[in-house]
């Protein structure tokens, strides 16, 4: 059996530059993801005296009827 060295030394020399380009891509879709992530400080809970309006009722718990819903949403509205 022939061993050759030099399509041993080009197979290593792919498999070397797919891992790093693997790696290279991964890093920039991480990076695209990361920017494209909505900024949280709108939902984070308020500090000082202030206070979240809007609290989920306990009465709610989804017996609510879509219509029953619907106009609450529009009575109340959405701001």
Do not use: C, H, N
């Amino acid at each position: 059996m022939v061993v050759s060295v030099r399509k041993w030394v080009q197979r290593a020399k792919f498999i070397l530059l797919f891992v790093l380009f693997t790696y290279v891509l991964y890093q920039m879709l991480a990076a695209v993801s990361a920017w494209m992530q909505p900024d949280e400080s709108r939902y984070r809970t308020p500090s000082g005296k202030s206070v979240k309006v809007f609290q989920q009722e306990a009465e709610d718990d989804g017996k609510l009827t879509m219509g029953d819903r619907l106009r609450r949403f529009y009575w109340y509205g959405e701001q």
